[in-house]
């Protein structure tokens, strides 16, 4: 992929970080923001907030139990799968993802706990996911 289509399709920032990754890893970065753009959406569009953890909470399931070999139906899951065949992405990482965007599904607006929590779980699995660095859940 160009510089110029990647940062039309994702953004100059992003774009400029993927020519930064070795190609081995370009993938799983897509799949990830793919991912994550999903949750966002998921926890920024749930009007009855114990429904909106409720998906929430089935995709950090799916992420946790992710197969590669035999991945669900959903195509993201099956790009995710694909992708982590291909890397050392822990799903527990995958499903930090979820769990972080669950935190700001409310009745009403987070407060500062709910937001700390949010950043501390999104934060670490995507440093973790985008850099490949398993040591650094320790």
Known sequence: MEFAESSQQYGPERALALTYLPASRREMVIAI?????????????????MLGRIRLQWWADQM???????????????????????TTAAQDDLSELAIGWQQLVQDGEPDDAELAA???????????LM???????Q
């Open 33 to 49: 923001w793919r991912l994550d753009l999903r949750l966002r959406e998921l926890a920024m569009t749930a009007k009855d907030a």
């Open 64 to 86: 946790a139990q992710l197969d590669p070999l035999h991945p669900p139906a959903e195509p993201l899951l099956q790009a995710l799968a694909a992708a982590m065949a291909q």
């Open 118 to 128: 949010y950043a501390d779980f999104r934060g670490r699995a995507m440093f973790r």
């Open 131 to 137: 850099t490949g660095d398993d040591q650094a859940a």
